[in-house]
């Protein structure tokens, strides 16, 4: 079995697109590798946030991962400034970086483009992304192709400080999540559905009511043709919901093009709303149930315990090889 790390920001509600692209991958692996999942809180107060709000999107995201079918039997999930190795590990991490390579990050170009004032983490972002990665042995990161740079300058990262101080750190191989995972916007099908979108019709959260996602699918850009078939090139808003409805159905979408056959786009967006809602009604139930759980607070303070018992491990082996401290 191999070990796999994933992180997740607590900002903004988790999307469809979220739970089909990620989750729902997050939810096999466990069964098959050794998977830590992590709330990436430090990551989000890289720009500024209202503390209350970010205290209930911590503990909000907490919930849909186990409502997701994380199993925390056999996963850990925690939440990543309650394991204090990640801002120390980061910290080494910065000292190995140079600037030159992350002011070429395209997350930092594209954040701090026309701004005058820039926080510093901003740039100093992926050192830290790095430490969260290789503190624990990581074998495979699942990361979209928007996230692959920043595996490269991890990987970059870990071989350099290899080079310097030794064979400590692990390289991680970069995973990218099987195809037909990346779930379109409903108002434009060209881009991804995405949580900052501000068309809010053209995104499904996680926690939408039954009437908010069948008036979001209802209104989702289609064409004039009225006939529903699979054509990503011409067809982009309706070969979308055909992905959408095959996700979550587990029907492949040539059987819904063949049960949609002779009907048109209302009875189509109907059927897919139908699927979207029957199958997050059970996460959305148990998502509430943990949400002012007890449990929820057992199951994370496990997570963290587990998580501080690795990281700390790999963090001794860094400061160690750097010669920081005192070493008997």
Not at 282 to 294: A, G, M, N, T, V
Request: aromatic share 6%; net charge negative.
């Amino acid at each position: 079995m191999k070990t796999i790390f994933s992180g997740v920001q607590p900002t903004g509600i988790i999307t469809l697109g979220n739970y089909i692209g990620a989750f729902r991958q997050f939810t096999e692996l466990q069964h098959e590798e050794d998977c830590i999942f992590c709330i990436v809180d430090q990551h989000a107060i890289t720009v500024q946030q209202d503390p209350a709000e970010l205290a209930k999107t911590i503990r909000s995201l907490a919930a849909i991962y186990i409502a997701s079918g994380i199993d925390p039997e056999k996963a850990v999930l925690f939440i990543q400034s309650e394991v204090p190795a990640h801002a120390q590990a980061g910290w080494i991490m910065q000292c190995i970086s140079y600037i030159g390579e992350l002011e070429r990050m395209t997350q930092f170009k594209d954040k701090s483009e026309g701004k005058e004032a820039v926080s510093a983490a901003l740039l100093t972002y992926p050192p830290l992304m790095a430490a969260d990665i290789l503190l624990y042995n990581t074998e495979v990161v699942p990361v979209g192709e928007d996230q692959k740079q920043h595996l490269e300058i991890t990987r970059d990262l870990a071989e350099r400080f290899n080079k310097r101080y030794g064979e400590v750190l692990t390289i991680p191989e970069v995973r990218i999540p099987k195809s037909g995972a990346r779930i379109k916007s409903l108002q434009d099908p060209l881009k991804k559905m995405s949580k900052s979108d501000p068309n809010k019709k053209g995104t499904i959260h996680l926690l939408d009511t039954p009437k908010e996602i069948e008036k979001k699918v209802k209104s989702a850009v289609t064409d004039s043709e009225g006939v529903v078939k699979f054509d990503v090139a011409n067809k982009p808003g309706v070969s979308n919901l055909l992905i959408i409805e095959s996700a979550l159905s587990d029907v492949s979408v040539d059987e819904l093009v063949a049960k949609y056959e002779g009907l048109g786009y209302g009875a189509f967006k109907a059927g897919v709303a139908e699927a979207i809602i029957n199958h997050l009604a059970p996460i959305q139930e148990k998502y509430y149930e943990l949400l002012e759980s007890p449990v929820l607070d057992d199951i994370l303070d496990e997570g963290a315990k587990k998580a501080n018992a690795i990281a700390s491990v790999t963090l001794a082996k860094m400061e160690a090889a750097m010669g920081l401290g005192r070493r008997r």
